[in-house]
């Protein structure tokens, strides 16, 4: 049965030019920027990267969605603001996230909100450390000469939430509940690798053993580049 809504007629004109509303247009999305983050990930690899270092138990004749490709789908819905894993409810459906996963728009819809929790959930302590040698690697990739010395610069922020996530705390100097991740770039600003962790200033033990892991990542792809840290006192306690 064909039963087209009819345009809405009787509307005024504005400065001498007619308003037409017609409710014909198809498959529409608001977020035609995630086309280009696609093309990003894809010459990068990043979800590629990223799912080789987490084991996937799953039956394979079930599997509906990859492990790379809701971790593509995850990062392109943080990239447009849409941080919340609920959020994948609606952005399942919409035709520019589709093809940014290389899916049609008519295709079988992306993850739900339940698969991608149960994707946070996947990872263990191991998994997210190979993750973030795999970052590491990535930086490493991104330069066309072997630098003969890196500045790491490492701090951390702040990340205010709204709702219950796991590792919230409440930060008194900010009067909010969030998370307070280590941040590390080099010494021209490109982003090097983060650990997301509770509200609170991070001790100099936990700041040590994570740059002992990152200097290693870095050692193993650049053996002769010196290494500088820069850093606040505090982390030295």
Not at 20 to 44: C, I, P, Q, T, Y
Not at 54 to 70: E, F, K, W
Not at 214 to 236: F, G, Q, T
């Amino acid at each position: 049965m064909n039963d087209p809504t009819v345009p809405l007629s009787g509307l005024s004109s504005v400065c001498d030019k007619a308003v037409v509303a017609r409710f014909d247009g198809g498959m529409l999305s608001s977020n035609g920027g995630v086309l280009a983050l696609g093309e990003v990930e894809k010459r990068l690899r990043v979800a590629d990267r990223l799912a080789a270092c987490i084991g996937d138990l799953r039956r394979a004749d079930q599997v509906v969605h990859s492990v790379a490709d809701m971790i593509g789908f995850r990062m392109k819905m943080i990239a447009a603001g849409n941080e919340d894993g609920t959020d994948a409810t609606r952005l399942r459906s919409d035709p520019a996230f589709k093809m940014a996963q290389d899916a049609l728009p008519s295709d079988r819809d992306l993850a739900s909100q339940s698969t991608m929790y149960r994707l946070e959930n996947l990872p263990g302590a191991r998994e997210l450390v190979a993750m973030g040698r795999a970052l590491v690697e990535l930086y490493c990739a991104s330069l066309r000469q072997v630098p003969k010395r890196i500045v790491l610069d490492i701090d951390d922020t702040f990340d205010a939430l709204h709702g219950g996530q796991q590792l919230r705390l409440f930060n008194a100097p900010h009067d909010e509940y969030g998370f307070q991740p280590i941040v590390v770039f080099d010494g021209v600003g490109r982003f090097v690798g983060a650990v997301l962790r509770p509200a609170k200033r991070p001790s100099g033990t936990e700041i040590h053993a994570h740059l002992r892991r990152l200097v290693r990542a870095i050692r193993s792809n650049w053996p002769n580049s010196r290494i500088l840290i820069r850093a606040d006192s505090h982390y030295c306690s």
